[in-house]
């Protein structure tokens, strides 16, 4: 989703921001521009399509300070007069945008009759709104922006350019995450710290309805009234050569490839040094408060809690249900006396989930975040946090989380358990099922090129395909068809196979690829039967099957693991099935079209 990066007083301000502005990349998005000022003479550049194509313009482009932004379009076209940076009026201040302004169209009307607008969208009828203030009703530019503030409501980060000033940014942020990276001798602003880190890894947050001035030497955080915020820095985590490609071709193969040590990664993270698993108490004792465990979570983060479901029942004695976070958003159904929200999200910014949390918040009820960005504003918010531990995760697709996620969960499940003397908790070793885990994972990446020839046979030039899968590997099929169709444009769905029969079969004909999950030994024999059925209208079958219940006929089969740990396992050679059929489509792996990374809008 759209991207911000901003630098004031570094004579490199373009390079950088180009350089920060292709560490966005990733998020997704369809066009991009920056404002350098600071120079002999003030720069305006925009293009749509890649960063390389907007880079390929600033020949020449000058000067000490900029802002920057990737657009992922909601009002409005990608065209260069959409994307931002966005001017006022006369053209003296330039903004850029994150977020939604829900009330542009009531500004528009009300304050900005006779203003002339080069695109549609809400971003400029902010920075219209902020020059009226300054230029034609006098007030100085900070007063102008916190009047505007007051005004403008939705989500939005802001990074606000004076042209007559190049000694300052000011930014402000309400539900879109926006950071201060702070240089030496200069200062940057960023939308995620990816863009930052080849600068610094001295961080400092902004919460919401909060406005910085930022200069070269100066960082000043108030809120919108104008009153002083004491805010301290932070060093960031993050490693730079963690979010290169390596010599991978594609950040998802990447990522794949890493779910062995990402599940290492975790048994450290969750062990003490004798080798228990180790939960922090306030977490082991939200949940054995809770009378329900409610899941919240969007795409493969929810897909995640079903797989998680099964184990978090039956280790913490504690029922789960789990919500769509855009539909919880605006409705919450009847909940138990004593809820806890566990939130699961990669990014840790998704709107949809933070909208719940926000709610949750609002109505006393306990939280939990399972991500994998420290500071993210979902583990901001919530009480309490988990980590994944697995490592920047760059591809559109998500894979490393997926696992993490569900690896994560099955330690909070096995220390609650353990506290509660669950007899089940008691008997599950984690650590030995997740050392199995990790080595049937790299057992299923030495396959890569047989799995590579029978999906191009299979998905190469299809239209359609179907996964099955009953109990665990019925969640398993859900997220594998997410995963195919979000970037190999493969219409795909999941389905439990008992219910192909009641209305699904119909769509069977001649050649239809059928991808059969089978790993539980009792309900296999019965997709067995599905899979006689598909077949004998025609479907193409490629079945993979965990050893304890597979047959010589099997496509591919996987090293049997912890049924609770399965899905896991399971998982992998469907994120290659993905992975290689994009690849032979001529797909753009890591970025599809149309989709975000961090999904920062409701
Ligand atoms: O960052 P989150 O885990 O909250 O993101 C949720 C979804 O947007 C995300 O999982 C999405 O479905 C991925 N593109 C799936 O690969």
Redesign the pocket.
Known sequence: MCGIVGVVGNTNATDILIQGLEKLEYRGYDSAGIFVLGGAENHLVKAVGRIAELSAKTAGVEGTTGIGHTRWATHGKPTEDNAHPHRSETGRFVLVHNGVIENYLEIKEEYLAGHHFKGQTDTEIAVHLIGKFAEEDGLSVLEAFKKALHIIRGSYAFALIDSENPDVIYVAKNKSPLLIGLGDGYNMVCSDAMAMIRETNQYMEIHDQELVIVKADSVEVQDYDGNSRERASYTAELDLSDIGKGTYPYYMLKEIDEQPTVMRKLIQAYTDEAGQVVVDPAIIKAVQDADRIYIL?????YHAGFASKKMLEELTDTPVELGISSEWGYGMPLLSKKPLFIF????G??AD?RQVLVKANEMGIPSLTVTNVPGSTLSREANHTMLLHAGPEIA???TK?YTAQIAALAFLAKAVGQANGNAKAQAFDLVHELSIVAQSIESTLSEKETIEAKVRELLETTRNAFYIGRGQDYYVAMEAS??LK?ISYIQCEGFAAGELKHGTIALIEEGTPVLALLSDPVLANHTRGNIQEVAARGAKVLTIAEENVAKDTDDIVLTTVHPYLSPISMVVPTQLVAYFATLHRGLDVDKPRN?AK??TVE
Do not use: D, M, R, Y
């Open positions: 979570a969007a795409g493969t983060s699961i999200s990669q990014s910014e998704t989930s559109v697709a998500s989380a997410l995963k979000e989709l961090s999904v």
